[in-house]
């Protein structure tokens, strides 16, 4: 796994911190374990889906959903870091 610059050099997680290691683990089938690890995993799953899917196929409402999918990921992410710098 590559190591996080951010905490080696300023000593606290960054936003993307466990995403590598939560990817690993839904290959794995430890799909509870890798939404532990970094809960933003399946809305950023679903949102790479959407979009490669709208590649091929144009959907009506693709920029709305777009859209959501992307609000909902960044809100996840931003949650759960909050979340993770309040435990620390």
Known sequence: ????????????DCFGC??????FLILKGEFSVAFKMYPAIYPLIVLTLFLCLNFFF???RA??????????S???ILVSFTIKLINQ
């Open 1 to 12: 796994m590559l190591p996080c610059l951010n905490k080696q050099l300023l000593g606290f």
């Open 18 to 23: 466990g995403i590598q290691r939560a990817f």
């Open 58 to 60: 144009k959907f009506k």
């Open 63 to 72: 920029n709305k959903i777009i859209n959501i999918l992307a609000v909902t």
């Open 74 to 76: 960044v809100a996840t």
